[in-house]
């Protein structure tokens, strides 16, 4: 996998979005990262997604992923994208 097939994309939600729109993108499947960080820049949780490993990795950060959004009004998602 090239790093030329890498795409970043940077999505403003509000905190109880969040969660939903994490959900959505972790089942497009071409999703290699996700960040989630505040208002102010500052990295919350990231969330690695390697082929094969998104279920069972996945869930315990979607949980804590539930916790931080009672902390955020607005957030940033960055998305690190595969082209192929």
């Known amino acids: ?11 403003r939600v509000s905190g109880d979005e969040l969660v939903a729109k994490v959900k959505e993108l972790v089942h497009e499947g071409n999703i290699r990262r996700i960040s ?12 690695p997604l390697t082929v094969g490993v998104v279920g069972a990795l996945v869930k315990p950060k979607l949980v804590a992923l539930g916790a931080i959004v009672a902390l955020v009004t607005n957030g940033t998602i960055v998305v690190e994208k595969v082209e192929e």
């Open 1 to 11: 996998m090239s790093e030329d097939n890498v795409r970043f994309e940077e999505l």
């Open 36 to 47: 989630i960080r505040n208002e102010e820049g500052k990295m919350l949780i990231d969330i």
